[in-house]
């Protein structure tokens, strides 16, 4: 039989066990050219050269192999020329394939650099070898799985980076870390902020971060660099990865990577998202639109603009509210609000943020009295931190025992704790866990983050009604929005629930400017001590 191999034809099989060019240490070219010399020196005649990139550890996926089979049964060829037997098979049902028909003497010879096969010979060899590539398989399945496991767990989310972020490429395999894309982290961040106001719709925001900032999806080793999907910004709106957590194998974990937005964000995103009446596209910005409803009846108050040209070439516009006119099922009739001009409406708002002004001697001296409170207040904060440090040890003892309890031998037949409920226990005690980390390392900043805030609240009520007179449309919004919620327009008139702060200015601004100027000058000790006994009674400075 080895001396009639002159007489066979061969087919030469070559293959890359990975579809990136860049993964493989042979490549086809290299297992052509040994095929070639090979041939020559042993006299083998080869009918056709074949070669696929796919991976063999899976059976009927590889069309080239498939038919080089089919081509060997009707007796084209009776031989086979290859690199290694594992380039014919990595998986029990075609290494099956191949020694059936080495057996019946449909291949009557495998040739690869490592020795020759012939029906005759002891059919253990070629079990083994091909055996030998099965078990690579599964041995780095599992090696890349567990390296996978141990990736995610150490704060890493395996897989390419979502956009915004980048994969670090000098690491050692497996320690790779995701960091900043400079390029386009701030821009997804714009189109977060964007989403957030409830101005716009996500195709909107699409149009602007493709058309206008050019955000683009970065170039992979397959795909160069392309224009971002709409499906894509759809994704990213939805990804908890931006917020910092991450989910793998059923566990939320918290991620390493710095996150770009906050987790209440996060939820309030999904809200906009799942919203009735999503934002529809505007032909003109009105600062207001969406903030204000109907006092009667509660529908939308609507922002509308008139153009009215005249004969003789002038051009007016006249901007103005009205209701959405509701049906109102109770009544039977559709709400008979009447329309307001945008010039009235205004004109409302600045006599609300008039209220609540303040002099520039009040502001002044309100803030210094501010850092003086500082000090007491950091003192009462000592014994928050203790008893959130014993819940923090708390947790982390209770995690411990947990992982104990679920490893024990007598939860072998997981008749203690199932891995569903480990899994949700633990998913529980590492959020409780992170929380109190975030906590505790925010609480030294609690008391200058408040004196922070209350020195811009300070500064907004001061210069409010500047802003809002100076300022462009999405100024005058996020005045507007800041002052209040429950915004209403009822018989052509304002109605706002000031938040809290404001409310206070409005209720106690009166007295204790009266006192300010009752104690002039301030710069006599005695009437600087009583001004300060009457700001400590104003509500907004003990929080």
């Not at 084209?76 to 057996?103: F, Q, S, T």
């Not at 049906?327 to 609300?352: A, H, S, V, W």
């Given at each position: 039989m080895?001396?009639?191999?002159?007489t066979?034809?061969?087919?030469?099989?070559?293959?890359?066990s990975?579809?990136?060019?860049?993964?493989?240490?042979?490549?086809?070219?290299?297992?052509?050219?040994w095929a070639?010399?090979l041939?020559?020196?042993?006299?083998?005649?080869?009918?056709?050269?074949?070669?696929?990139?796919?991976?063999?550890?899976?059976?009927?996926i590889?069309?080239?192999?498939?038919?080089?089979?089919?081509?060997?049964?009707?007796g084209?060829?009776?031989?086979?020329?290859?690199?290694?037997?594992?380039?014919?098979?990595?998986?029990?049902?075609?290494?099956?394939i191949i020694?059936?028909?080495?057996?019946?003497?449909?291949?009557?010879?495998?040739?690869?650099?490592?020795?020759e096969?012939?029906?005759?010979d002891?059919?253990?060899?070629?079990?083994?070898?091909f055996?030998?590539?099965?078990?690579?398989?599964?041995?780095?399945?599992?090696n890349?799985?567990?390296?996978?496991?141990?990736?995610?767990k150490s704060g890493?989310?395996?897989?390419?980076?979502?956009?915004?972020?980048?994969?670090?490429?000098?690491n050692?395999?497996?320690?790779?870390?995701?960091?900043?894309d400079?390029?386009?982290?701030?821009?997804?961040?714009?189109?977060?902020?964007?989403?957030?106001?409830?101005?716009?719709?996500v195709p909107?925001?699409?149009?602007?971060?493709?058309?206008?900032w050019k955000?683009?999806?970065?170039?992979?080793?397959?795909?160069?660099?392309?224009?971002?999907?709409?499906?894509?910004?759809?994704?990213?709106?939805?990804?908890?990865?931006?917020?910092?957590?991450?989910?793998?194998?059923?566990?939320?974990?918290?991620g390493?990577?710095?996150?770009?937005?906050?987790?209440?964000e996060?939820d309030?995103a999904q809200?906009?998202?799942?919203?009735?009446?999503?934002?529809?596209?505007?032909?003109?910005?009105?600062?207001?639109?969406?903030?204000?409803k109907?006092?009667?009846?509660?529908a939308?108050?609507?922002f509308d603009e008139k153009?009215?040209?005249?004969?003789?070439?002038?051009?007016?516009?006249?901007?103005?509210c009205?209701?959405?006119k509701?049906?109102n099922?109770?009544?039977g009739?559709?709400?008979?609000?009447?329309?307001?001009?945008?010039?009235?409406?205004?004109k409302?708002?600045?006599?609300?943020?008039m209220?609540?002004r303040i002099?520039e001697?009040?502001?002044?001296?309100?803030?210094?009295?501010?850092?003086?409170?500082?000090?007491?207040?950091?003192?009462?904060?000592?014994?928050?931190?203790?008893?959130k440090?014993?819940?923090?040890?708390?947790?982390?003892?209770?995690?411990?025992?947990?992982?104990?309890?679920?490893t024990?031998?007598?939860?072998?037949?997981?008749?203690?704790m199932t891995?569903d409920?480990?899994?949700?226990?633990?998913?529980?005690?590492?959020?409780e866990?992170?929380?109190?980390?975030?906590?505790l390392?925010?609480?030294?900043?609690?008391?200058?983050?408040?004196?922070?805030?209350?020195?811009k609240?300070?500064?907004?009520?001061?210069?409010?009604?500047?802003?809002?007179?100076?300022?462009?449309?999405n100024?005058?919004?996020?005045?507007?929005?800041?002052l209040?919620?429950?915004?209403?327009?009822?018989?052509?008139?304002?109605?706002?629930?000031?938040?809290?702060?404001?409310?206070?200015?409005?209720?106690g601004l009166f007295?204790a400017?009266?006192?300010?100027?009752?104690?002039e000058?301030?710069?006599i000790?005695?009437?600087s001590?009583?001004?300060?006994?009457?700001?400590?009674?104003?509500?907004?400075?003990?929080?």
């Amino acid at each position: 039989m080895k001396e009639q191999k002159i007489t066979i034809e061969y087919f030469n099989y070559s293959r890359k066990s990975s579809e990136d060019k860049g993964k493989q240490i042979l490549s086809i070219q290299s297992q052509f050219d040994w095929a070639k010399e090979l041939a020559v020196d042993m006299r083998l005649k080869t009918v056709e050269f074949l070669s696929e990139e796919k991976s063999a550890k899976s059976p009927y996926i590889r069309p080239v192999f498939d038919e080089m089979v089919k081509k060997i049964k009707s007796g084209v060829a009776a031989g086979i020329i290859c690199w290694k037997l594992d380039r014919l098979a990595r998986n029990p049902e075609e290494a099956g394939i191949i020694i059936g028909m080495l057996k019946r003497g449909e291949i009557k010879h495998i040739v690869t650099h490592e020795r020759e096969y012939y029906p005759g010979d002891n059919a253990i060899i070629s079990y083994v070898d091909f055996a030998v590539g099965d078990q690579y398989v599964r041995d780095l399945s599992k090696n890349v799985k567990r390296g996978l496991d141990k990736k995610a767990k150490s704060g890493w989310r395996p897989g390419l980076a979502t956009l915004g972020y980048k994969n670090s490429r000098t690491n050692l395999k497996g320690e790779q870390v995701i960091y900043k894309d400079e390029q386009r982290f701030d821009l997804v961040k714009r189109a977060w902020q964007m989403l957030l106001t409830g101005n716009y719709s996500v195709p909107q925001i699409y149009d602007i971060a493709t058309d206008e900032w050019k955000l683009t999806s970065p170039a992979t080793r397959k795909r160069p660099e392309r224009k971002l999907h709409l499906s894509g910004l759809y994704k990213i709106f939805t990804d908890q990865f931006y917020y910092g957590w991450y989910q793998w194998n059923g566990e939320m974990l918290k991620g390493n990577h710095e996150p770009m937005i906050t987790e209440q964000e996060f939820d309030r995103a999904q809200v906009i998202l799942g919203r009735k009446g999503k934002p529809r596209p505007k032909t003109h910005l009105f600062a207001y639109a969406g903030l204000v409803k109907c006092g009667f009846c509660g529908a939308t108050i609507v922002f509308d603009e008139k153009i009215k040209h005249q004969i003789n070439g002038n051009v007016h516009r006249f901007s103005y509210c009205r209701c959405s006119k509701k049906f109102n099922k109770k009544m039977g009739m559709r709400c008979p609000e009447k329309y307001l001009t945008l010039q009235e409406l205004e004109k409302q708002i600045d006599e609300t943020i008039m209220k609540v002004r303040i002099s520039e001697k009040f502001k002044t001296w309100a803030i210094k009295y501010l850092h003086e409170i500082r000090t007491e207040q950091a003192k009462s904060h000592e014994s928050i931190i203790e008893a959130k440090q014993k819940r923090y040890d708390c947790v982390i003892k209770q995690i411990d025992n947990l992982l104990l309890k679920y490893t024990s031998p007598d939860n072998g037949d997981n008749q203690m704790m199932t891995n569903d409920e480990y899994l949700k226990l633990r998913n529980a005690l590492l959020k409780e866990k992170n929380q109190l980390e975030a906590e505790l390392n925010a609480t030294g900043r609690k008391i200058e983050e408040w004196v922070e805030l209350s020195e811009k609240t300070f500064n907004f009520v001061r210069y409010s009604h500047i802003w809002f007179e100076k300022g462009d449309p999405n100024t005058k919004r996020a005045i507007f929005a800041c002052l209040g919620s429950n915004l209403l327009l009822k018989d052509k008139k304002v109605l706002i629930s000031l938040k809290k702060p404001f409310q206070i200015f409005a209720e106690g601004l009166f007295k204790a400017q009266g006192e300010l100027d009752r104690l002039e000058p301030l710069k006599i000790p005695v009437n600087s001590r009583e001004f300060e006994k009457s700001v400590s009674k104003f509500p907004l400075l003990s929080g």
